[in-house]
């Protein structure tokens, strides 16, 4: 498992800082998990964790190949995780399956998409329609969509518009937060957010939510409660679209959350549980196929039979089109799941988890 830790700003809330081992005990716990199942089998399951710069990413990627690593697990933003992908078949062709446990953008499973991953992480498609379908349901159809100026920001605002089409949805208006790069500690005190974010988010059009686009943490935490019209707030803050949550009980999600707990003493987070899943991936793959032997088990994950339980009340199967996990979404509030996508009234002919995200007739994606 590779993390690549990039620079960024503090979160808004210091709730939010990551934790020093975010991703790593998720690995230790699956490994685990892991050798508890392959132990009936006589099998032996080992994790490597390294973490990295941007800078030294690749040599380390380089390096856990030389030592024999030909799954591995990768946590990174959407460029550095293709930079990874290209580098590993530079280095080892198909002999080495990246497994995608954090980037979401759509790009990488679309026109950038390749043979050499598996997509672990939800895409941007996935997360906001999973929201849209909820918002359908509860038949607030009119959306204020509030972006960020970053390029992340507006890959998630374009996905939401995208969302708003699928479904029937308006958008009153989209404006533009724009980041100033002020203090983060300094400029945004009770007394000015109280002032500005009113201020700002007023003489929208009538709508029934305010959707925020904030990947890079910005502006949306400060919206519930400040917003000029009484409106609920959803999407970046308020009700968030997310993998996992930890408040999450049902389907034995109790059992999961406590065990991690007992290793991390803390809560499990989506980037743990990410990590988490993409390795019992490859454990329930060693424990369906005939061997250990690489091309036997990357056929056994990408083959129509493969699927893998995840505390989600349902089986997960990978997309042959683009190999993305298909899962269901978590629709959370800070401290309660609200509800799960996909609703019940949106049906599919295959499966109703492909109306979250990009279906097979709609993906650019050419496997290469």
Same mark, same amino acid.
């Given at each position: 498992m590779l993390r690549v830790d990039t620079p960024t700003l503090p979160p808004a809330s210091r709730l939010d800082l990551p934790p020093p081992d975010l991703g790593l005990v998720g690995a230790e716990l699956a490994t685990r998990d892991n050798a508890t199942t392959g132990g009936f089998l006589g099998q032996t399951f080992t994790t490597e964790t390294a973490t990295a710069t941007p800078q030294d990413a690749v040599a380390k990627l380089e390096r856990l190949i030389d030592g024999g690593s030909a799954f591995i697990v990768v946590m990174a933003d959407d460029a550095q995780t293709l930079a990874l992908a290209d580098a590993a078949r530079a280095k080892a062709g198909d002999k080495v399956l990246i497994l995608n446990a954090l980037a979401e953008g759509d790009d990488l499973r679309g026109d950038d998409c390749r043979a050499n991953v598996i997509h672990v992480a939800a895409s941007r498609a996935m997360k906001?329609?999973?929201?849209?379908?909820?918002?359908?349901?509860?038949?607030?159809?009119?959306?204020?969509?509030?972006? *960020?100026?970053?390029?992340?920001?507006?890959?998630?605002?374009?996905?939401?518009?995208?969302?708003?089409?699928?479904? *029937?949805?308006?958008?009153v208006e989209t404006r533009e937060f724009t980041d100033? *790069?002020?203090g983060r500690r300094t400029d945004t005190g009770y007394v000015q957010i109280q002032q500005q974010m009113p201020v700002f988010?007023?003489?929208?059009?009538?709508?029934?939510?305010?959707?925020?686009?904030?990947?890079? *943490?910005?502006?949306?935490?400060?919206l519930p409660y400040q917003t000029w019209d009484a409106r609920p707030v959803v999407g970046s803050a308020g009700l968030t679209p997310v993998t996992w949550h930890p408040a999450a009980e049902a389907w034995g999600g109790t059992q999961l959350q406590t065990r991690f707990e007992a290793l991390a003493h803390r809560p499990m987070r989506e980037a743990d549980y990410q990590v988490w899943l993409a390795l019992?991936?490859?454990?329930?793959?060693?424990?369906r196929a005939p061997s250990t032997d690489f091309a036997a088990l990357r056929d056994r994950l990408l083959g129509p039979q493969f699927e893998v339980g995840a505390f989600k009340g349902q089986?997960?199967?990978?997309?042959?089109?683009?190999?993305?996990?298909?899962?269901?979404?978590?629709?959370?509030?800070?401290?309660?799941?609200?509800s799960v996508s996909p609703q019940d009234q949106y049906l599919h002919q295959t499966s109703a988890l492909d109306t979250l995200g990009i279906d097979r007739p709609e993906s650019t994606c050419k496997l290469k």
């Open positions: 906001s329609d999973a929201l849209a379908q909820f918002l359908m349901w509860k038949r607030w159809g009119k959306w204020y969509l509030v972006e *960020g100026s970053h390029p992340r920001d507006k890959a998630l605002a374009a996905a939401y518009a995208r969302a708003a089409t699928k479904f *029937g949805a308006k958008l100033t *790069g002020g988010t007023q003489r929208a059009p009538g709508h029934d939510v305010l959707v925020a686009a904030d990947e890079a *943490g910005t502006f949306a935490p400060y019992r991936l490859l454990g329930e793959a060693a424990s089986k997960l199967t990978i997309r042959d089109w683009d190999h993305q996990l298909r899962q269901p979404i978590l629709l959370a509030t800070p401290a309660i799941v609200a």
